[in-house]
């Protein structure tokens, strides 16, 4: 794995000007609104496709931190520094970046563990998942659990906890999931357990220790 890594072209964010609208991407005119159905050109993907192995400010966290290796196009995105297109037609994981809006370095460091946390939880939404996910891989290469409220803002309900706790109850489950060297698909799977129990019935910190003993997970290889 890492002789296959070690022999690939490196690239540095600097290096990569040639950054075409996502529009680009697309087939037909419509890109408003990607939905189920919505056609990317394919060949033109896999062929400007950059891995987050061969990106050299992000080349660490793929070796030594064990996140996954995403392929990425970089693009202008109208409004987004990054995102990714579940209900598109896209049947790999693949992560859009605008590198330009980046404010630095680390800012875009931050922005690929937000999308990879996205496409390892396969949620398009914010939801309590996501949020475990991306807190997991924060954490586990050194960053702080996410504070951003819109990284929260689809575990809100009507009643019961408030975002704070939500908060507090990813970044607890991210803690435990590192301390355990849980693989990331446990870490998921937990998160999307616990997350559909919270649309039920409030969690503590301490139900939730209990949960985490006996969550069935599949063993690792
Ligand atoms: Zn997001």
Known sequence: MKNALAA???FSLIEINEIPDFEE??????????EEGTQFNHALIEQRQIHASQ???LRDLIIDYDIPDYPIIFCQLSNMLGATYLEGDVRW????????????PEHFRETYLHEAAHLASNGQDHDFAFAVTNNFLRMKTGLL????????????????????????LSALIASMSIKSSWTLENTVGFATYVGAKLY????????????FDKFDRPSCT
């Open 8 to 10: 690939q072209q490196i």
């Open 200 to 211: 039920s019935e409030p969690v503590t910190p301490n139900a939730l220790a209990e949960l």
């Open 25 to 34: 991407y697309l087939y037909g005119n419509d890109p408003i609104w990607i």
């Open 93 to 104: 994981p693949l992560m859009f970046i605008d590198s330009l809006k980046a404010e630095s």
């Open 55 to 57: 990106i050299k400010e």
């Open 145 to 168: 659990p996410s504070d951003s409220d819109y990284d929260h803002r689809m575990c809100v309900l009507d009643e019961g906890q408030s975002l704070t706790e939500f908060k507090i």
